[in-house]
């Protein structure tokens, strides 16, 4: 299984997915690994060590070595994050302020004087063209030194990290919470959401999926593998065409659905053939959109596919028949 899963179950959960290899004494790489997880406020928990412990040195290394790059990139220590001002948030000029001293040092600068004067003559400034605008006075490591207090303070605050189940249960337990959740997911977490939807499509599905955005991500990756769909209502289809075609899913903006080719058309047809035959009162939700499913109407093609009739009424029903 790739990596990368491993590092969305310990983004996402602070779980180490229990690794399997050789056993041997691991303890002395375990330490070292512990302590490399302090220097950027990660620590394991007993549990986790005990089991790194157990394995071999090399299966320890190679843990650690994934591990770290993913914690590191979690508390941002993978980017010197400089400060343009270097006791920040203190001490920060007025806006106005800071210019002056802009343009003065460009008036003291012999290379730069001229074309100052020149601008100033013309009564506006490019600040782009100042040599002290826009550049930092100071480098990472002074940085550091000044804000000493500060990365020791910040020591104090340690996130364990658990010893999780194996790998492949980690990112089932995974998709189904990030499936299943209640609020809507950021633009990133929703990225995870497709690949662990990717991954899990043969496997344990949500129960609910209570945020349209949410099931339309799952939808268009369990369309493209060819899977049944996760529809609840008769709309969950309509997102899904806008999603394929790119569109706004929340169907708060108009999209323009693309043509679709045959075994897109022919899924979404069955999944909603499926939804009304169960429940018809559930074409009823067409009213709310009337003007999308006549058109997704025209897209879907229901007249070639006598097989699916209920999925045929709901679009006799977007255009008042």
């Given amino acids: 299984m790739s990596h990368r899963f491993e590092s969305l179950v310990v983004r996402h959960t602070h779980r ?3 690794p399997s290899g050789p056993a041997g004494d691991g303890s002395v790489v375990a330490r070292q690994f512990d302590a490399a997880l302090l220097s950027v406020g990660f620590k394991l928990s007993s549990r986790a060590f005990a ?3 157990g ?4 299966t320890v290394v190679d843990v650690a070595v994934r591990i770290l790059r993913t914690v590191r990139e979690m508390a941002g ?11 920040f948030p203190a001490n920060v000029p007025d806006t106005a302020d800071f210019w002056r001293e802009c343009v003065a040092d460009a008036l003291a600068d012999d290379r730069t004087r001229a074309s100052t004067l020149a601008q100033l003559d013309t009564g506006v400034v490019d600040l782009r063209t100042l040599p002290s605008y826009g550049r930092y006075r100071h480098t990472y490591a002074d940085l550091l030194a000044r804000h000493d207090e500060l990365i020791a303070a910040a020591g104090d605050r340690v996130t364990v990290l658990h010893l999780g189940e194996p790998l492949e249960d980690e990112v089932t337990s995974l998709y189904l919470a990030l499936a299943g959740s209640t609020t809507p997911l950021g633009e990133e977490v929703l990225d995870d959401l497709r690949d662990l939807a990717g991954h899990c499509v043969d496997g344990p599905q949500p ?8 099931r339309a991500v799952i939808n268009q990756v369990r369309l493209a593998a060819g899977a049944v769909l996760l529809l609840d209502t008769v709309t969950d ?4 065409a806008c999603a394929v075609s790119g569109g706004d899913v929340s169907l708060q903006q108009p999209t323009r659905l693309r043509t679709l080719p045959r075994p897109v058309r022919r899924a979404l047809l ?3 053939d499926t939804l009304v035959a169960a429940d018809p009162a559930k074409a009823a939700d067409v009213h709310a959109h009337r003007e999308m499913f006549k058109r997704l109407g025209e897209r879907l093609h229901p007249h070639e596919y006598p097989q699916w009739p209920h999925a045929a009424g709901v679009f006799a029903v977007a255009r008042g028949e």
């Fill in 55 to 58: 394995l071999s040195e090399g």
């Fill in 270 to 272: 069955a999944g909603l």
């Fill in 77 to 87: 220590d993978h980017v010197r994050h400089n400060a343009y001002f270097i006791d």
């Fill in 207 to 214: 129960e609910s999926v209570p945020v349209r955005e949410n």
């Fill in 237 to 240: 289809v309509l997102r899904l």
């Fill in 16 to 18: 180490v997915p229990a």
């Fill in 51 to 53: 089991c790194l412990a």
